[in-house]
């Protein structure tokens, strides 16, 4: 008897089994579609057996093998299998979340782009006055497909516009045009391929490369702390140069998708003969699957892409790269829960390839492991071609401040003004203002549906919900006491612009946000009109403050940090640090020094202090220090288990059950009690959470894995829970 255990995308911990006599080992890591229940789904082999716990009779057939695309190798599986375990999460729904859209269907749609479109004989020979007259598109595609004999389907876009699909569909069932397969693109990677250009490294660039390099073919995970602007990207390049000589493939995981376009360009400059697949979740389905082969094929020589590009097929990695590592977006924070930081780790061991993870401000987890000598540091000290940024603090204590800005910032935008250079007025809060107040009574405008406030925004005049998207229109008197003197409380960015537009009339003001650039090609746009200076001041959120070379911005703002300061999160001042460093990053790039003002009341604090230095390394070990003393990660390890339901005494209710049940489990984890969640409403939902800590990873690990089982066993129809193994939110 031959078996196929096939994981299947369903929410129960289980794999399934079905009889397959045509299969063969090979065909692990296989699609199959298999019935389940009673429709048929998709599958991928996990292992093929001799046995089943299953009657033999009760068994179903593997209806049919997918062979369409090479199957996942061991590799592949050893890793979506590690992620599966370790952050508990069903392995079927992990592997298929993993695949591209389109491979989770059994009918792979004829992907258009891989198609040519020729006129048939009777094409050539019609009469185009039977068309009807409207018929503009299917005139204009016949024309120049008999000019051109076979066009791709880029081409026909391009000849026809939006309207092309449609046209060239009719042109197919009048039988006057056939579509065909077109050859493949290559499928070899060039065996020597090209390297272009680039400036001369530095000697710290030249180190570390080397040192990168030396490691190639075994594990070897590098921690690479550069000061921003120090030029981390030359050191990914040239240690990919590397690889791509060896003839292997990189993969290099970036937190933003904002980010890649400049780094793919600049990617495609350096190594012009080289294919770069990107992976994102910004990607058309077609594309998502095409560049997901180019990397399973082995034909893309660098892999590029965000989170989800560290369980992309790379059969020849030899090297990992995770830029900005600290950035939160590396975890995923919902289905499977997984850091693509840690598993770009797992993955570089299990691969016996080095891994870098670069950065100006390490996560603390990182920097605890590079410290002590688990990692390697590599160290970029100099800013290349400019100097470090001045910082300084403004003390806002007891200051009138307008709108937000006090003098001295206002003074040097002024100054800025006066000298053609670009100022950048950061604050991390969108839209007009953070909420409605009423003067009379207090009442603040609040989500019904969320524990928080509703934002008022301008551009619609409408009361926004950052948390669940609910809007509500700006209420002409107090809904309370029908006082019609509401005031909007605090600045968002919209204010902030408003604002500079008053003081200074003359200057050329862009907002960039999250709302101002919702559209996906906006963000080039902005760019170049930020680099061909036609923005004399930018107002914006983090979306600016990552990784973006401005070399006229001279000066920094920051406004209202300090809400970061004293929050409950013990994360929060590891992320004020890095998010303040980032945004320092972008002052001076050119040749002018550049200068940060830090509006704070509380400009001596050791914060502020070590980032007027730039000295993150006395942040850091301060900042460990305080995480050993409190217990907290990296010292100890942690996992969440949320609930939500739709009274929160659901929620605690069944925390308090899984918190008695995990008692009686082990005695080597500490089980905290239920608690509401930071934010108890969120969309309607009432959620609560149940922290779980133990001094060793291994057992923890050990404990959820018997209290998961546990969990799952005795389904709750009251609550939703997850598991979230080490949070980085709370
Ligand atoms: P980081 O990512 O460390 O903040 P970047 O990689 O963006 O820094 O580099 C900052 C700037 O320095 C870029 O404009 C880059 O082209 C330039 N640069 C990097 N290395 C060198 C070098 N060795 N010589 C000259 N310019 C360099
Ligand atoms: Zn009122
Ligand atoms: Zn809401």
Do not use: W
């Given at each position: 008897m031959k078996i196929a255990r096939v994981a299947i995308d369903v929410p129960v911990p289980k794999l399934f089994d079905y009889h397959a006599e045509g299969l063969g080992p090979g065909d692990i890591g296989q699609r199959v579609l298999v019935p389940l229940g009673n429709r048929n789904v998709v599958g991928i082999v996990v292992a093929v057996d001799i046995d089943s716990a299953v009657a033999p009779e009760r068994l179903k057939r593997v209806r049919r093998v997918l062979r369409e695309v090479p199957a996942l190798s061991p590799c592949d599986l050893d890793l979506l299998r590690f992620a599966a375990a370790y952050y508990h999460h069903p392995l079927g729904a992990a592997v298929m979340a993993a695949l591209p859209g389109a491979l989770r269907r059994a009918r792979l749609s004829r992907d258009r782009a891989a198609l040519g479109y020729l006129v048939t004989p009777e094409g050539e020979r019609?009469?185009?006055?039977?068309?009807?007259?409207?018929a503009t598109v299917q005139r204009r595609l016949l024309a120049a497909l008999k000019h051109q004999r076979e066009l791709s389907w880029d081409a026909l876009r391009s000849a026809a516009g939006p309207k092309a699909g449609v046209a060239v569909k009719q042109l197919i069932m009048r039988g006057w045009v056939r579509s065909e397969q077109r050859a493949d693109a290559p499928a070899q990677a060039p065996r020597s391929p090209t390297v272009a250009g680039g400036p001369a490294l530095t000697p710290e660039q030249i180190q570390a490369t080397g040192t990168i390099a030396a490691s190639f073919g075994r594990f070897g995970a590098f921690v690479l702390l550069g000061v921003t602007g120090s030029g981390k990207t030359e050191v990914y390049l040239h240690a990919i140069a590397a690889v791509l000589r060896a003839g292997g493939q990189a993969l290099l995981l970036v937190p933003e998708i904002v980010l890649t376009p400049q780094l793919e360009a600049l990617i495609h400059s350096r190594f012009p003969d080289t294919v770069v697949a990107t992976l994102h979740s910004r990607l058309s389905e077609a594309e998502r699957l095409q560049h997901w082969r180019a990397a399973q094929d082995a034909r893309a020589g660098v892999v590029l892409g965000?989170?989800?590009?560290?369980?992309?097929?790379?059969?020849?990695?030899?090297l990992i790269i995770v830029d900005e590592?600290?950035?939160?977006?590396?975890?995923?924070?919902?289905?499977?829960?997984?850091s693509a930081r840690d598993l770009a780790v797992v993955r570089a061991k299990q691969m016996h390839v080095p891994v870098v993870l670069g950065s100006a401000t390490p996560a603390l987890e990182t920097y605890h492991n590079a410290v002590s000598s688990r990692y390697r540091l590599l160290h970029l000290t100099k800013r290349v071609g400019a100097v470090m940024p001045q910082i300084e603090c403004i003390n806002t204590h007891g200051e009138h401040l307008v709108d937000g800005l006090s003098q001295p910032l206002l003074q040097a935008i002024a100054a800025r003004l006066g000298g053609h250079e670009q100022s950048l007025v950061f604050i991390n809060r969108r839209g007009y203002a953070p909420v409605l107040m009423c003067r009379?009574?207090?009442w603040l405008s609040a989500c019904h549906r969320c524990t928080a406030q509703l934002v008022l925004h301008v551009a619609d005049h409408r009361l926004h919900c950052h948390h669940c998207g609910a809007q509500a229109s700006v209420p002409v008197a107090c809904p309370d006491c029908g006082n019609q003197d509401l005031a909007p409380l605090g600045q968002g960015t919209q204010r902030v612009e408003v604002a500079l537009a008053r003081q200074f009339p003359a200057a050329r003001i862009m907002r960039v946000d999250r709302d101002s650039t919702?559209?996906?090609?906006m963000w080039p746009t902005v760019r170049q009109r930020i680099q061909a200076r036609e923005i004399d001041i930018l107002v914006g959120t983090q979306i600016l403050a990552k990784g973006h070379d401005f070399p006229h911005l001279s000066l920094v703002g920051v406004l209202n940090?300090?809400?970061?300061?004293?929050?409950?999160?013990?994360?929060a001042p590891e992320r004020l640090y890095a998010l303040l460093t980032q945004v320092a990053g972008r002052a001076g790039r050119g040749d002018k020094r550049g200068e940060v003002m830090i509006q704070t009341e509380f400009p001596r604090h050791p914060l502020y202090e070590a980032l007027r230095r730039q000295d993150y390394a006395s942040f850091a070990a301060a900042a460990l220090t305080e995480r050993r003393q409190a217990g907290f990660p990296p010292f100890v390890h942690q996992a969440l288990l949320r609930a939500e339901a739709a009274r929160l005494e659901t929620s605690l209710a069944f925390l308090d059950d899984a918190a008695r049940a995990g008692r009686a489990l082990s005695q080597h984890v500490v089980i905290y009690d239920p608690v509401p969640a930071g934010m108890v409403r969120r969309a309607g939902r009432e959620r609560a959470q149940l922290l779980v800590q133990a001094a060793s990873r291994s057992r923890l690990r050990e404990f959820l894995g018997k209290w998961y089982e546990r969990l799952s066993a005795a389904p709750s129809t009251r609550a939703r829970w997850s598991l979230d193994v080490d949070p980085v939110e709370f």
């Open positions: 019609a009469n185009l006055d039977t068309l009807p007259r409207r965000t989170r989800l590009a560290v369980f992309a097929p790379i059969p020849k990695l030899a590592e600290h950035d939160l977006s590396f975890k995923q924070m919902d289905a499977l829960r997984y009379a009574c207090g919702r559209r996906k090609d940090a300090d809400s970061l300061l004293y929050s409950t999160d013990f994360r």
